[in-house]
């Protein structure tokens, strides 16, 4: 008898079921096997952190190679940050924080007798950044340990770093190249004129020129005069700075610098011997040669009897414990990026969020004193007139307030400084450009050119006003300029009131003008010129706290899982995996984008006009 076959309906039953089944037991084993891993990684950080002790051995070299852009705070999410560590490619981004805490921690380790700093591939960071790092390589030297620079070739903001240790090498196929500061800026008036847009710029302040690239095609006069004192004084601080460290006469070096191309010519193009002869550097050396000169200085064979005894910094910052204490001591609360309206990501500073950081500090029974760390070009009025608020609040609760300015907290990050109850800079911060600025976009020209118009009615004359449609009405603009001049008044007056000055004093020294950190101390617009550790020794001192009182970050926590990640990330026995080749696919990884060049438009709302508090000012 023949064998009935299923019909197609009840057929095409049977094999969805079995497809079905089939992905559904894919799923259950993927599950499966990606928790049969975390819990093996997990066993892998108990291991690792009852052995981390020994995993750094006598005798041996911190090796420093930080890659990428020294900030403040991390602006990559946790879990982007640890995955990317763990795939091999570890984010483009060091925190200054842990730098600085590993140079700290090595001088003290008898088990790390020097340092070999490797800055080749550090970006950026600024001058006052990187001036904190030259301090702590300085404590290091201090302590009796050698410091050695090698690198394929140097810029001038590493070199600012290298010149700092007791002998700087470099390829013979390198060289030091120094060229001095500029800031040149796009300009997009002829584009928008192209495009029908028309940019209605409402500003304060004679100096004030960060909205100049969308009204002008060029810098005006006022903009270069003053980038050119700022940056001059910038360029002076270099120079006696890293004459000093090189024991270098300053004139000499500027000459050298100015006359480079044909001291390069004269040199026959190569740039390493010419950094040798005018002794900004102390040799030229090959990585083999630098293994060698370790060898030879008694530094023990590593573990295969190759290279020498070593300690990466990934592998040494994750021996160093936070302070986990619950005594009173300092909080400090990073205020780094634009400031932007609302809840904003670490990185950015939030009218809400960083606002919420500091009511947290303040109602936290520990923190006895708070030190703001502002390291911003500014950004939107009303934000930072909330961080503001929070940080007066926190002196009218008792608590006494330090600001420590870092590489810039100009024009906004100004605005949230100044009712410290006193405010740090290093000498070559940029800061001050107080003044506002408010633009209001309008594209009926864009418009006429699709052959679109608008037209309609209202119930008052404002009604519509700020409909980018239409053209802006002269009284509309009327009433913005005279918000803008109200909010420029009270700006000025309020540095006034904290500062103790007549208001005509810090009006005739903001203007929108930008200063470095010593001619705003010569200006009162700063109290004293130091870093974050004079900062926090201040914040004791005025809470009458003792100098081992605990220090702590106040940070949006990260969920259980970020705080996994990020340990597993940074542990020890991880890094010693990862050595050897133990780590994730590199497709795991995934590197974050640029920024848009048009900062100011990002946070850009329609159908009103945008009140900014921003300085761009980081020359480069």
Request: proline share 5%; charged share 25%; aromatic share 4%.
């Given at each position: 008898m023949t064998e009935r076959r299923p019909n197609g309906f009840w057929a095409f039953l049977?094999?969805?079921?079995?497809?079905?089944?089939?992905?559904?037991?894919?799923?259950?084993?993927?599950?499966?096997?990606a928790f049969l891993f975390i819990v093996l990684l997990v066993m892998l950080v108990g291991f690792a952190g009852a052995r981390s002790e020994h995993i750094i051995q006598s005798d041996s070299v911190l090796v420093i190679q930080p890659k990428g852009e020294l900030v403040e705070q991390y602006s990559i999410e946790p879990m982007q940050r640890a995955l990317a560590s763990l795939s091999g490619n570890p984010p483009r981004q060091i925190q200054l924080r842990d730098l600085v805490g590993v140079i700290d921690g090595a001088a003290k380790d008898a088990r790390i007798t020097r340092i070999l700093l490797e800055p080749s591939e550090l970006q950026g960071g600024g001058f006052a950044a990187l001036r904190e790092v030259g301090a702590a390589l300085d404590r290091f030297r201090a302590a009796g340990k050698p410091v050695i620079v090698w690198a394929p070739s140097l810029d001038q903001g590493q070199y600012y770093l290298a010149a700092h240790a007791d002998r700087v090498l470099i390829d013979p196929q390198g060289g030091v190249m120094i060229t001095g500061l500029a800031n040149y800026r796009l300009f997009y008036k002829d584009l928008l004129d192209k495009l029908g847009v028309d940019v209605h710029l409402f500003r304060v302040g004679q100096f004030k020129s960060a909205a100049e690239p969308y009204i002008l095609d060029h810098a005006s006069p006022e903009s270069k005069e003053a980038d050119s004192f700022w940056m001059g004084g910038l360029w002076d601080t270099y120079i006696n700075?890293?004459?000093?460290?090189?024991?270098?006469?300053?004139?000499?070096?500027?000459?050298?610098?100015?006359?480079?191309?044909?001291?390069?010519?004269?040199?026959?193009?190569?740039?390493?011997?010419?950094?040798?002869?005018q002794h900004l550097v102390d040799g030229l050396a090959t990585p083999a040669e630098v293994i060698a000169m370790m060898r030879k200085e008694g530094v023990p064979a590593g573990k295969k009897g190759d290279g020498f005894r070593q300690v990466s910094l990934q592998r040494y910052v994750a021996t160093l414990s936070e302070n986990g204490s619950m005594a009173p001591g300092v909080s400090i609360v990073v205020a780094e990026g634009e400031i932007s309206g609302g809840k904003q990501p670490q990185g950015t500073v939030g009218g809400d969020s960083t606002a919420a950081l500091i009511r947290a500090a303040r109602e936290d029974k520990r923190t006895k004193a708070l030190?703001?760390?502002?390291?911003?070009?500014?950004?939107?009025?009303?934000?930072?007139?909330?961080?503001?608020r929070e940080v007066a609040l926190t002196r009218q609760a008792g608590i006494p307030v330090v600001v420590s300015m870092g590489n810039v907290a100009a024009s906004g990050g100004y605005w949230i400084s100044m009712n410290?109850?006193?405010?740090?800079?290093?000498?070559?911060?940029?800061?001050?450009?107080i003044g506002i600025f408010g633009m209001?976009?309008?594209?009926?020209?864009?418009?006429?050119?699709?052959?679109?118009?608008?037209?309609?009615?209202?119930t008052s004359p404002l009604a519509g006003a700020f409909d980018a449609t239409r053209p802006l009405d002269p009284k509309v603009g009327t009433v913005i300029q005279a918000t803008i001049e109200k909010g420029y008044r009270d700006f000025v007056g309020q540095v006034a009131k904290a500062r103790g000055k007549p208001y005509d004093a810090i009006d005739t020294i903001a203007q929108g003008r930008v200063w470095t950190g010593q001619q705003a101390l010569d200006r009162g617009l700063v109290d004293q010129l130091g870093g974050l550790g004079e900062a926090i020794a201040d914040a004791e001192q005025r809470a009458k706290l003792g100098k081992d009182a605990p220090v702590r970050y106040v940070e949006e926590p990260l969920s259980g899982f970020g705080q996994f990640l990020i340990s597993l990330n940074e542990n020890a026995m991880v890094q010693m995996g990862q050595a050897y080749g133990v780590q994730l696919p590199s497709w795991v990884a995934h590197i974050s984008e640029m920024a848009p060049e048009l900062k100011l438009l990002r946070t850009a709302q329609s159908g009103r006009p945008n009140v900014y508090a921003y300085c761009f000012c980081s020359p480069r």
């Open positions: 049977c094999v969805l079921g079995r497809g079905i089944n089939i992905v559904r037991l894919t799923i259950l084993n993927l599950i499966f096997f700075e890293v004459a000093k460290l090189r024991k270098l006469d300053p004139a000499t070096l500027r000459l050298n610098i100015d006359t480079l191309p044909e001291k390069i010519a004269s040199a026959k193009g190569d740039l390493g011997q010419l950094s040798l002869d030190v703001l760390r502002v390291n911003s070009p500014g950004g939107e009025v009303y934000a930072a007139e909330q961080v503001r410290a109850d006193r405010i740090y800079a290093e000498p070559n911060t940029i800061t001050g450009s209001v976009l309008t594209v009926p020209g864009t418009l006429d050119k699709l052959g679109v118009k608008s037209d309609g009615v209202g």
